[in-house]
């Protein structure tokens, strides 16, 4: 079984209509995240033996996540943040949980469940607390992607003596969210908000890992190459953008358009180059130390940062006045990407 990435990237323009529709009122992608569910996103994230393609949670599915995430994040970078915090809950929990919560959160999946992970404390920290039965849980989470449409989520929470815990909870449709989306400047489709936790109640057994895994490194540090191949779609998609618009005009070759172009292909191979290299030392392909993995990583994630950075400008630059306007799709790349 393999992925079908040909029909990934042929539904990049609506994922972009749709992300561009709902931009102004950061309304939440629901169509793109329903087509991302029948080509197998959601699932592909699985071990092969809980029927999923393993990617992300084993060794050689880690170019193939960067491919899909990529795919994703040409269409909706909003959308592709949603997807890689889906992968990311997946993912620790195959690292430090059970089998019986492997096979769980599988079956989840393949009842279309979305999980977020939430792991910024809001006002008020998450704390877990003894309660006849089990545990109650008291505050909440803000920045938590797809507040109101994960069904699922993996968050963190502190237990007795301060411990901080990962825990999976199920999400019912009466939780109280705090819209935050519509506040932010870019990534307005991704459905933040904060989300009051307060009175849930939880068995012991949803209870992830053991305590500090979450910081463990270098899985810490080294998930972070997944944000960059969404990053990087986002990169791809505006030098394309800036070629497209350019030729329309008549423009695309003059001297300093050119060049302009030149550069924007260079940062968008340079983000491409460093996200290969990460995923693949953060998969273990490579027997390198932790601390080198870490370190190789955190170096990407300056690079595709620095990509971004200097892509935004250079499609700024070279269209002018039109990039800044709301009907221009440009826009709305630069403040995701920023």
Not at 5 to 24: M, V
Not at 107 to 129: F, I, K, N
Not at 237 to 250: C, E, M, N, P
Not at 305 to 329: I, Q, T
Request: glycine letters at 14%; a neutral charge.
């Amino acid at each position: 079984m393999t992925f079908p990435f040909e029909a990934l990237a042929a539904c990049r323009a609506e994922l972009e209509t749709e992300a561009s529709a709902g931009d102004a009122q950061a309304t939440f992608p629901a169509a793109g995240l329903q087509r991302l569910r029948q080509l197998g996103v959601l699932a592909a994230a699985l071990p092969r033996v809980h029927g999923g393609l393993g990617l992300g949670t084993e060794p050689h599915g880690a170019a193939g996540l960067l491919h899909m995430l990529r795919l994703v994040g040409q269409g909706n970078m909003a959308l592709g943040r949603v997807v890689e915090g889906h992968v990311n809950a997946i993912r620790l929990v195959c690292l430090y949980g059970t089998p019986a919560q492997v096979a769980r959160v599988a079956q989840d999946v393949h009842d279309d469940a979305l999980y977020g992970l939430w792991v910024t404390d809001g006002a008020t920290p998450l704390r877990m607390e003894q309660a006849a039965g089990g545990l109650v849980l008291h505050g909440g989470k803000a920045f938590a992607s797809a507040a109101r449409q994960a069904t699922h989520a993996l968050v963190t929470a502190r237990a007795e003596r301060d411990a901080t815990r990962m825990l999976l909870v199920a999400l019912d449709e009466g939780r109280t969210v705090q819209a935050g989306g519509a506040g932010l400047a870019g990534m307005r489709g991704a459905g933040t908000g904060q989300c009051d936790l307060t009175g849930m109640a939880v068995l012991p057994a949803a209870m992830v890992g053991q305590p500090g895994d979450y910081l463990r490194q270098p899985e810490f540090s080294a998930g972070a190459w997944r944000g960059m191949a969404v990053a990087l779609g986002g990169i791809e998609r505006l030098s394309a953008l800036l070629r497209s618009q350019l030729a329309t005009r008549g423009r695309a070759a003059a001297p300093a358009q050119q060049a302009r172009i030149g550069r924007a292909l260079i940062a968008a191979e340079t983000a491409l180059l460093w996200t290969r290299r990460a995923a693949r030392m953060a998969s273990g392909q490579d027997q390198v130390d932790a601390g080198d993995i870490a370190a190789t990583v955190n170096l990407g994630r300056l690079a595709v940062e620095r990509a971004g950075l200097e892509g935004s400008e250079l499609v700024e630059r070279g269209l002018g006045l039109s990039a800044c306007g709301r009907d221009n799709v440009v826009e709305r790349l630069v403040r995701d990407l920023a």
